[in-house]
């Protein structure tokens, strides 16, 4: 099971649950055996109706920085990446490898309306994003080898993310793929 007392993962959870997604979450208490060695599970393989089915590394960050901000902090461990790329060739096409990023803060005492993006879970509000696995991998930097982790730079990161519902079509209508980034407006 996905680790529940991990509550960037519990909450992902529940907002999946909510909007009726199918979904499995999968045992991350032992690592799956790839030839020698072992491979990270990922969190959560979600079975959207109309778009590929997506194989889920789920990070939980900050919302907003010391002042305030929205820093966009997006950094992984290579392993995190390892896992995501052997799931994804192991799954095969009808599956697409994602980054989903649980971004946690505390709910404003003069908020903005509930229809601003935020799911309530447990005292805290949560806003969803995602990045492909190959989006993330073409722009990555390190850093630093002692840390084992990577991250995009802020200002592509902020460029290829899309709220996770744009990845997540439950309805024929809906687009199949998230619209590129010349086709949005931001």
Request: net charge positive.
């Amino acid at each position: 099971m996905a680790i529940r007392s991990n509550h960037y993962e519990a909450a992902f959870e529940a907002y999946i649950r909510s909007l009726r997604v199918p979904c499995v979450a999968v045992d991350e208490a032992k690592r799956a055996i790839f030839g020698d060695g072992g491979v990270k599970n990922p969190d959560f393989l979600l079975y959207p109706r109309f778009a590929d089915n997506l194989v889920v590394e789920v990070k939980g960050k900050r919302a907003k920085d010391r002042r305030g901000r929205r820093d966009w902090e997006n950094w992984v461990t290579t392993d995190d990446l390892d896992g995501l790329v052997r799931w994804g060739e192991l799954f095969g096409p009808g599956f697409r490898p994602i980054l989903a990023f649980a971004y946690a803060e505390q709910p404003q005492e003069f908020g903005l309306a509930s229809h601003d993006g935020a799911f309530a879970f447990r005292g805290l509000e949560y806003r969803f994003w995602a990045v492909g696995l190959d989006d993330y991998l073409a722009h990555l930097r390190s850093r630093g080898p002692a840390w084992k982790a990577v991250a995009m730079a802020r200002r592509a990161f902020r460029r290829r993310v899309r709220p996770l519902s744009e990845w997540l079509p439950m309805l024929a209508e809906s687009p199949r793929r998230p619209k590129p980034v010349k086709e949005r407006e931001r």
